[in-house]
């Protein structure tokens, strides 16, 4: 579990103006300590070196950088475009969050302001002879940067955009989230069963939004100060409003009373936003997926063959190899925090329940269902098999009602039977 200020940081440096802002900085700081450097360099080497070529190399590399960079950005665009329109709105940020694009961005941009930068001091002769050379030296190697880099955003632009290169993130985003849920279930809080004791004192939210993160630690705290104990009402991903109680306290002492403050510092540990976040969040990445897999078999695109590799995929995440998701750490470090646990039925009605809606009436699709549904059933964590059993219950039936030929549901039967 990661504090509220870290989570923060971590999605600050995430963002891509972040990562081409520091890229600038820094080619202007190469290009800018070549002035500082010049009285260390020797006045006749540069001439050997032919150091005197540098302007033309930055005149190139500043003329291209901007094109390069315009392009660039723009094909960054239509994917992100792309991949809402054939797949799902909710894998942009992924998208936008790509650190091979933003690495090519910051560094295209990057190399455009060093070559600006070294083309003004060129011109404005504060450059000596030595201050020449290490600039030319600097220059040889963004140039060597540019290549290498050009050459990965190359390779990188094939699949940008693709719907199978969204379903591949989207599912890296959906196994992280699911495979820590499944290590730590109730995030080192004590598993809140049953209701909340009568007399609580309940704790409204003064905004509406989205949870997209939870500081435990912080709960924690603020309940051993007042010598209480604080039931959350909301996990990661549930949306909040000022109607609807967060959490509630109970002090342990009888005849305590309760500090308002506190009330500021419990809403403090809940961080909402306009949108859902994947991090705490296994549910979000199932919606995600199975959304991409719902609109495929829309009339629009008529796709059964990309919901059935969603199929495919949502087994992936469910059905982790072994020792992929490490041992479950049910130890109790937050005693006086407790949390509900995350509904099983939720996660396996968000990963399969458009597609057994929408695919009800397509036999290819309600027997890749069945099999994805029994392998969950079989090979899952044992608390979500139940939940499966029971979905495939209910799609069977779905499927035989909407399938209009007798031979299909004559199929779908026997396929049932042999799982």
């Not at 190469?30 to 032919?50: F, N, Q, T």
């Not at 960054?76 to 933003?102: C, H, I, K, M």
Request: glycine share 6%; hydrophobic share 45%.
């Amino acid at each position: 579990m990661i504090s509220k200020q870290w989570w923060i940081l971590v999605r600050f440096l995430r963002r891509l103006w972040v990562r081409a802002t520091l890229y600038c900085v820094v080619g202007i700081v190469v290009a800018l300590a070549a002035i500082a450097l010049d009285p260390y360099m020797p006045s006749e080497l540069p001439r050997k070196v032919g150091a005197d070529a540098v302007d033309s190399i930055l005149s190139i590399i500043a003329s291209s950088m901007l094109a390069v960079t315009t392009f660039s950005m723009t094909t960054l665009v239509s994917a992100t475009t792309a991949a809402s329109n054939n797949a799902t709105p909710r894998a942009t940020s992924l998208l936008l969050e790509d650190t091979t694009s933003q690495r090519a961005l910051s560094t295209f941009l990057g190399s455009f302001l060093f070559s600006l930068v070294g083309l003004i001091a060129l011109n404005t002769e504060l450059y000596g002879a030595g201050g020449r050379f290490i600039l030319f030296i600097a220059t040889l190697g963004v140039v060597a940067l540019i290549v290498v880099t050009l050459l990965q955003w190359i390779d990188h632009l094939a699949g940008l955009g693709r719907v199978a290169e969204t379903i591949s993130r989207v599912e890296h985003a959906a196994s992280k989230a699911y495979n820590s849920h499944r290590r730590l279930p109730f995030l080192g809080c004590t598993p809140l069963q049953g209701a909340v004791p009568d007399g609580a004192i309940e704790i409204l939210h003064d905004h509406v939004g989205y949870l997209q993160h939870l500081d435990i630690g912080v709960l924690s705290s603020a309940a051993e100060e007042a010598n209480a104990d604080i039931y959350v009402r909301r996990r990661p991903g549930g949306h909040c409003d000022p109607f609807t109680p967060i959490a509630a306290v109970v002090l342990r002492d009888s005849d305590a009373t309760y500090d308002p403050t506190m009330t500021k510092r419990i809403r403090a540990a809940f961080t909402l936003g306009k949108r859902r976040s994947y991090d705490q969040d296994p549910r979000f990445g199932l919606i995600a997926l199975s959304e991409i897999g719902s609109r495929a078999l829309s009339s629009g695109l008529n796709d059964p063959g990309t919901a059935i590799d969603v199929l495919a995929t949502l087994v992936r995440v469910l059905v982790p190899d072994a020792g992929k998701t490490g041992p479950e750490d049910h130890e109790v470090k937050h005693p006086r925090v407790h949390l509900p646990p995350l509904s099983e039925d939720d996660l396996i009605d968000s990963a399969f329940m458009p597609i057994s809606r929408d695919g009800a009436a397509m036999i290819e699709v309600s027997i890749r269902l069945q099999k994805a549904l029994a392998a969950v059933a079989t090979a899952a964590h044992p608390d979500i098999r139940p939940a499966a059993r029971r979905l495939s219950e209910i799609a069977a039936r779905r499927a035989l009602e909407h399938l209009d030929f007798e031979v299909d549901r004559e199929r779908l039967t026997y396929e049932m039977a042999q799982l």
